[in-house]
């Protein structure tokens, strides 16, 4: 009888390690072998400027609560991770969500704005670690690529948003 409890009682963990592992290393999937210039969103654009787009991106991100830090090639937006991020990433630790954009030139004129949306647990301490989140959630930073394409299509030829907003 002894053997059979424990034997019921390792199938129970086995049962609950199954299910609930995928659930705490859900954005460390086969995705995250992938480097991170492997974006999970992207967008093309064309007849803008790269100021413009540049731009454009900054003012959507902010409006969307991110901070921006520009580099060389786009930029790297951050914003604190929401506490169902906290519980699924970061096991009860603080997270915060990082977009890396790239600006990436086509030709003449066309640009594809790509996106890696990542977690960064332990931000701003030596442990800190960046993990790529899955292609399954990436849908909200491509509705912010798609905004700023569909802004700059938008704008009348000659126009420039500042960072404050206003239309030059």
Not at 68 to 96: I, K, M, N, W
Request: aromatic share 8%; glycine share 8%; net charge positive.
């Amino acid at each position: 009888m002894s053997w059979q409890v424990s034997s019921n009682r390792w199938l129970q963990i086995l049962a609950v390690a199954v299910c609930v592992g995928p659930w705490f290393s859900g954005c460390q999937s086969t995705e995250m072998d992938q480097p991170l210039s492997a974006a999970s969103a992207s967008a093309t654009i064309g007849g803008v400027s790269e100021a413009a787009i540049r731009s454009e991106l900054a003012q959507v991100f902010a409006a969307a609560e991110y901070q921006a830090r520009p580099t060389p090639e786009g930029f790297v937006f951050e914003q604190e991770g929401s506490r169902s991020d906290v519980l699924t990433y970061g096991a009860g630790q603080p997270v915060r969500l990082r977009a890396v954009v790239q600006v990436v030139p086509l030709g003449t004129a066309r640009y594809r704005l790509q996106c890696t949306p990542c977690v960064v647990r332990a931000p701003g301490t030596q442990r800190e670690r960046e993990f790529r989140l899955p292609w399954y959630r990436s849908r909200p930073y491509q509705a912010l690529l798609d905004k700023v394409v569909g802004n700059l299509k938008m704008a009348p030829v000659g126009t420039h948003h500042d960072s404050s907003g206003a239309t030059r």
